[in-house]
DNA sequence: AATGAATGAGGATTCATTCAT
DNA sequence: GATGAATGAATCCTCATTCAT
């Protein structure tokens, strides 16, 4: 019994489906049919939804890196001065909503995705710049000439930690450590300030 | 015409194969038949010399990590005094031969592998396991307790830039630049450790 | 032109197809691509049905045994008395809808597959021992302690009937008579019986 | 250091191995290059002396009835009078040379193949006839006009015990009992011989 | 809106067979 | 005589995608 205004419903369903396929099985094994079933609905009705198995993929990413956009905007209000605005960009990125090992295996593979779809890397591009941008707002005043050099190593060390979370032990099982993560690159961040 | 003792050349000529087609396609669009074609031969020897795709993917990812190990034992005999070995694992991990831009696309390639191959996630385990106790070694005695927390650190931003490298504009153009990479995790270094 | 409800027309026109294409081909040469196509589909439809190929010889398999079930299930409510149900087993078993050729080359050729399938020896079992026991059951009055051994030689006749009806002449051409070779059965019968 | 006169011993080595194979394996599963290796040597040498695979599979089954054949000869020269020469005929295809489970699980397979390969068809038929001459030949003198039917008969049941004996669970575990098998023929011989 | 039906294209893998050495 | 090298031709199977209902 179809429904009216199913569309948005379907749509998050598979976006959804697609992140939590990628997060149990390796990419190579993510079928659109897995993700409609995980979804609870025909492969036929997820094409129809979306143009086909790539934009299935697209559209998960823009939702993941939407949510963390999301998570970093809320932090930032928050903060007070500099410093403050950093350690909250740097914390939303280790939050709950964003360090579900789900969401990190499924950010790997988008990574990847990015070597060869233009969307994905049109995708990529945007989170890496904000994520840049975000940094260097707080790192200027604090570290002057400094902060592109500093930025650049807290930007890959989050990523590096990101890395290193998404393939601990094959399986998801334990819930990664948002707090430890996000301690390390604080500490780091500590030691690139000037005192 | 054929020759005889053609395995090794054969198997190393798939190997590299493998390497480059990661490099340069998707590992989703990496099959046995363009590696094959790729190292001049037909898909059915190459699926006699290995025993299928998985295999031919693990003996590339163990080359790829002997190459690295090599290159940092290399670098070890070499280097006097704890700061020097942690400077030369650093170093060795950005050398010309371990930075070039397939390796590392490969190289990502096989780490998402891991979350799935059993075969895959010990081989990447061996890596983390020397990079974590080369460091260690090194920096025990310069930061003592602290040695641990800096080996995560820099292990894990040693991954990330890796990881960005990998990234960077999708086909691989330019030739990474492993000079900037290690004086990022050296500059990081000299922070961590006590004056 | 799809329509609802084609799953078992279209398993059924497979297993019809795969026991003519065993009867037209040795076993060794029948493939999924010519079951598929002698039944009028692809063989991604085929394999959409059926597992794969082993399901769909099980399935054949399964279909034939269960008509001659039937058959005999049949002409047994018709016996009258044990000597009747005896008789009543054997003619069932040549009648018209099993002695057909193609059915008979595909019953070898599941006999064959016994040996090295699972699925198959237990359906042939399941044969063997219906067979068993339906001649022990008329027999047992009639002979007492002979009848085991007269059940062997009855059921172990009927065999060789069938083996040697499958190979006649390699291609299916006459349309083996039934009337004989029953007639065959029950003259060994006769002569096995007390007087 | 390859020797004179090699080719009989490859040849037969060749030949042995097609049977053990065909009774290891259900014939799908052989193939050249297994029983090559089971025969000592390459899959190339075994083409050099054969033409190819269906031609060990010819030369295995006519060493197979050559066999038979001679057995049966060797009997026939011992047995004194008609009854005696048909027992002769019915104990040699019971003998340790023929009944055992390879060799009658390889038979079933050149049964089979006789349904399709002409040359397999050419030596079955020989086989046959001459099981039914020579069965004709000593049951003439005793059963006149009967003869022709008893021995289809007796033929028939000889071959169904094969069958029973070639399926009997799977593997070939059992030595099968060559003593109850013509025992069981030989009482059925006796139920159709006038007394 | 939703789905079962259907397929073309492709991919891993196997194997009989040939050839140069 | 003997073999490693090599491949073309299948074969099974999967999957994204389309279409009629």
Redesign the interface.
Known sequence: MPKLGMEPIRRLALVKATIDELGA?????VTVARIAARAGMSSALAHHYFGGKDDMFLAAMRHTLRIYGAEVRGALVMADGPRARVEAVIRAGFGPANFRPEVV?AG??F????????GA?RL?AVYQGRLRSNLLHGLRPLAGVQAD?IA??I??????????Q??RH??LETRPDGGQASA?VL??LQ??LPR
Request: aromatic letters at 4%.
């Open positions: 099985r390796g990419s190579r094994d295996a790997l593979n990574w990847l995705l990015a070597r060869t779809n233009p890397a990529l050099a650049e190593r930007g890959a060390l989050i990523d590096g930690i990101y890395l290193r998404g393939l094959g399986p390390h500490a780091a030691r690139e």
